[in-house]
């Protein structure tokens, strides 16, 4: 996909707010600090100007690289070279290719990511191999920047308000007033937020790096570790190459990755498939766990499913995965519940999910009852829920 083509995401909901709020606090902030520390030439005032000229410019730099370079994805009919491999691997029926170690297939991109992490709806795309590394450091860039223009704001805001001759001066010259007090207000409050939420994000991601683990593999990681909790045999995650090696792979002056996202350095005793492996098994477990209900009432999808009671609407999953819409009578294959909602998959017939018209996501658990055809734990499952 070409950069140009990818620099369409910014259209949306999540960049668009993301640069309101970096070009809010930045203007914001460049306006007060001539107030609060005049640039009158001395080292303190120019470096205290430069540095947080600095920090915004890169935040927004590696805000767009991010959103524009992507995170790489699996080309189109891949498979592994050798045929004997291709056993160990998931094969993506919409993108028609084996998915390469350490990819997932996204909903939303409505591809195969390489090394997903997430999908960030900040940058209306997935974080993966090639943009972790600019991802990342926006994140440390933001937390500066705002750290920096909390620091800037709040001093002109206390110098305004507990210095009353700095307060009449000022706004009998129209520099400030009630409006302006609160403009500064609202964009504390916003550089506050970002330095707090963007803080906890970015220590993930650090912690991630080190790791080597992006979240979906951190998830398998506890699948793993839990099925062998009464065995002797411990799983081993084969791309921890220690804290240095990890790091190198993504952190550099340029936040290019190292290697093409599909062929990985593994630790000694594992191969490129130990997790893949892995993974199918824990898919082919979770398949035998799966129940089939039949639909009983039909539901749009909504985020706020009205119809079908507060409890849906305020025990909502805590998660950006689908709401999908069903009809009564179709057959839902599910596996995952919560309290008042269920995640599965709607049966298709196989054209149209060839056409990549997959159906999977949450909908209410009051819209569907156990098929009389499913096996007896099915229906002792139905009286526990």
């Known amino acids: 996909m070409s950069i140009l083509k990818q620099f369409s995401r910014i259209f949306h909901w999540g960049p668009l707010i993301a640069l309101g709020i970096i070009k809010s606090i930045t203007f914001t902030t460049l306006r007060y600090n001539e107030k609060w520390w005049p640039f009158d030439g001395t080292l303190p005032a120019i470096l205290n100007l430069v540095l947080f000229v600095i920090s915004s410019s890169l935040t927004l730099y590696h805000f767009l690289a991010s959103l524009a370079l992507g995170p790489g994805y699996v080309p189109l009919h891949w498979k592994p070279v050798s045929q004997n491999d291709i056993s160990f691997l998931q094969f993506c029926s919409i993108c028609k290719a084996y998915k390469a170690p350490r990819s997932h297939h996204c ?77 500064i207000v609202i964009n504390i409050g916003l550089a506050i937020g970002v330095v707090i939420a963007v803080g906890i994000l970015l220590f993930l991601q650090l912690r991630a790096i080190l790791r080597n683990r992006t979240g979906i593999e951190d998830w398998i ?74 639909v009983i009432r039909s539901y749009s999808g909504s985020w706020f499913p009205v119809s079908h009671g507060l ?9 950006e995965e689908p709401r999908i819409y069903i009809n009564l009578g179709e057959i839902i294959t599910v596996t995952r519940w919560k309290k008042y909602w269920y995640y599965g998959e709607v049966f298709q017939f196989p054209r149209d999910t060839e056409n990549g018209r997959r159906r999977r996501g949450w909908f209410p658990k009051r819209c569907v009852q156990v098929l009389d055809s499913a096996p007896g734990p099915a229906k002792e499952f139905k009286k526990k829920k």
Request: proline share 3%.
């Open 107 to 183: 909903s939303k991109c409505g591809k195969c990511v390489l090394k997903m992490d997430h999908h960030c709806p900040w940058i209306n795309n997935c974080v993966g191999h090639y943009n972790h590394g600019h991802f990342t450091a926006f994140l440390a860039f933001a937390v500066i920047g705002c750290s920096h223009a909390t620091i800037i704001l709040l001093s002109y805001l206390m110098m305004i308000l507990f210095q009353p001759w700095q307060y009449h001066y000022a706004s009998s010259r129209g520099y400030i007033g009630t409006w302006h007090i609160f403009w």
């Open 221 to 294: 990681l506890e699948k793993a570790v839990a099925r062998r909790k009464e065995s002797q045999d411990a799983f081993v995650y084969p791309y921890d190459l220690g804290r240095m090696a990890n790091w190198n792979q993504v952190v550099n002056f340029s936040c290019t990755p190292i290697g093409d996202g599909i062929f990985w350095t593994t630790k000694e005793g594992c191969n490129e498939y130990t997790l893949t492996i892995e993974q199918i098994e824990q898919k082919r477990l979770k398949k035998l766990r799966s129940i089939e209900y039949e």
């Open 311 to 319: 409890r849906a609407i305020f025990c909502q999953p805590c998660t």
